[in-house]
T-cell receptor
Framework: AQKITQTQPGMFVQEKEAVTLDCTYDTSDQSYGLFWYKQPSSGEMIFLIYQGSYDEQNATEGRYSLNFQKARKSANLVISASQLGDSAMYFCAMRETSGSEKLVFGKGTKLTVNP | SAVISQKPSRDICQRGTSLTIQCQVDSQVTMMFWYRQQPGQSLTLIATANQGSEATYESGFVIDKFPISRPNLTFSTLTVSNMSPEDSSIYLC??????????????FGPGTRLTVT
């Protein structure tokens, strides 16, 4: 079964608007971590934000925030005030702390910011 | 955050040859990870490399094809052996950093873009 599901292969947003990228996950662990990464066309993986399963508040990092809804098993990424440089692939990932420390990635969402 | 460098950044290789990719971190880390990203796909973990022990390989990856070295806490290599065009991918090393306050962050190197002809 897929552990991380990103249902939006592609998203478009106008510059300066906010956009939400969806991510749902599947785990029976109580302790886990959720990550979002940005991958521009250069190929590097840029860490954006982390949410621990026991964190009561949603994580925020500058223009990025994670809308964590534990009961729904969703961890959507919200990008506020989109910029042209935000155009990239975005990957959601999960690490279950009960097993290995590996990250399991979703298939990604390609975000295009239009001027 | 940890700064990770990889060499080479890209290479074009002939089938049947081998390529060794180096990963250097600017701080000591316990666990290093090697991932593969095939064209248009997501990332898949190849193996976990701990210093002083054999690497742990994920299902579908074997040591003969992807030998890994981890001689110290700041360096690791991944070799892609007897390459075929199906090995054309981006290979990324990654490290985990546990920060004060309990936050876990995992960082990636810039990647090695490999094309096998």
């Amino acid at each position: 079964a897929q552990k991380i599901t990103q249902t939006q292969p592609g998203m478009f947003v106008q510059e300066k608007e906010a956009v939400t990228l969806d991510c749902t996950y599947d785990t029976s662990d109580q302790s886990y971590g959720l990550f979002w990464y940005k991958q521009p066309s250069s190929g590097e993986m840029i860490f954006l934000i982390y949410q621990g399963s026991y964190d009561e508040q949603n994580a925020t990092e500058g223009r990025y925030s994670l809308n964590f809804q534990k009961a729904r098993k969703s961890a959507n990424l919200v990008i506020s005030a989109s910029q042209l440089g935000d155009s990239a692939m975005y990957f959601c990932a999960m690490r279950e702390t009960s097993g290995s420390e590996k990250l399991v990635f979703g298939k990604g969402t390609k975000l295009t910011v239009n001027p | 955050s940890a700064v990770i460098s990889q060499k080479p950044s890209r290479d074009i290789c002939q089938r049947g040859t081998s390529l060794t990719i180096q990963c250097q971190v600017d701080s000591q880390v316990t666990m290093m990870f090697w991932y593969r990203q095939q064209p248009g796909q997501s990332l898949t973990l190849i193996a976990t490399a701990n210093q002083g022990s054999e690497a742990t390989y994920e299902s579908g990856f074997v040591i003969d094809k992807f030998p890994i070295s981890r001689p110290n806490l700041t360096f690791s290599t991944l070799t892609v052996s007897n390459m075929s065009p199906e090995d054309s991918s981006i290979y990324l090393c990654s490290v985990e950093e546990r920060l004060k306050g309990g936050s876990d962050e995992q960082y990636f190197g810039p990647g090695t873009r490999l094309t096998v002809t």
